[in-house]
C-alpha cells in the first residue's frame, strides 16, 4: 500500500463467509473480496480474464482462488495465473481494528 492509495472500508468482515467471496461495486468498479479459512482477506477483479467468469464463486484456499468456469487458478497475492496465461488484477486488502474490511484503490493495485 502506498500513500496515495484511497482506502475504502467496505462493511463487516463477517459479509464474507470465511471459504469465500464477495463481490463488491467500489469506486465504479466490480471487485471480488475474499475471506480465507485462515481469516486472511485478499481483493482481485470480480471476473476471471480468461472467460469472465465469476471469481467470487471459485474455490479459496492457499491464497489462490480458482474459476468455476474454467479451473484456472490465481494467486490472490500476486494476481498471476497459477494455472492459465492471464492474470488478475488485485487490490490491497486488509480488517482493521473494528473487524472491518478495508480496501485500498490506487497506485499500490497490484496486478496487469
Known sequence: MSATDVQITIGPLSLIPAGEGRNFEIAGLRIAVFHTRAGQV??????????????????????????????????????????GSCALKTYFASVNEHDEIVLALGSGEGGP
Do not use: R, S, Y
Not at 56 to 81: M, N, Q, R, S, Y
Open 42 to 83: 485478499f481483493a482481485a477483479q470480480a471476473e476471471c480474464p480468461h472467460k469472465n467468469g465469476p471469481l467470487a464463486d471459485g474455490l479459496v484456499g492457499a491464497g489462490e482462488v480458482i474459476c468455476p468456469l474454467h479451473a484456472w487458478k490465481f494467486d490472490l497475492t500476486t494476481g498471476a495465473a497459477v494455472m
